[in-house]
């Protein structure tokens, strides 16, 4: 799913997309999630989470920086570790370190990553982005991948 524009009217919609976009996803990558406050960034994990069957309740990690999720691959139900990150307090790559960053990135887990601006250079990442923007109306937002 590469190069689409999605046009979302809800936060349902939203959530869809990210179900949808999760269909693409393996263990091993790393997706940042960039947009302002508010433009369904959080939504489109709660699809994700979905689409590998988390049960615990997926919300954004604002003070704990990340949360982690177990879930299950859809097509063998093998177990899946997801970490949902929000990076927006961060100021300085340095302080990823502090919460021991790099020991989640790869192997068997799925990254998502809120805020992942501060993350732009680091091409080892191989992050795939997603952007997020709020449209013409209160509830409209527009997804790129």
């Known amino acids: 799913m590469k190069n689409k524009i999605i046009f979302s009217k809800s ?18 990558d790393v997706i940042g999630l960039k947009g302002e406050l508010g ?4 939504q489109f994990v709660k699809g994700i989470c979905e689409f590998f069957n988390v049960k615990e309740v997926v919300n954004s990690p604002t003070f704990l920086i990340v949360n982690e999720y177990k879930g299950y691959l859809p097509h063998n139900f093998k177990s899946v570790s997801i970490h949902h990150f929000d990076l927006y307090r961060i100021k300085f790559k ?20 809120e805020w992942c601006e501060i993350l732009m250079d680091n091409a080892d990442l191989n992050m795939k982005i997603v952007h997020f ?13």
Do not use: Q, V
Request: glycine share 12%.
């Open 11 to 28: 936060y349902k919609d939203t959530i869809k997309a990210g179900k949808k976009y999760a269909g693409s996803i393996n263990p091993g």
């Open 39 to 42: 433009s369904g960034k959080t």
């Open 94 to 113: 340095e302080e990823l370190e502090t919460i021991g960053f790099s020991e989640y990135i790869g192997n068997s887990s799925i990254c998502l990553i």
């Open 133 to 145: 923007e709020h449209g013409n109306s209160k509830n409209d937002r527009i997804i790129k991948i």
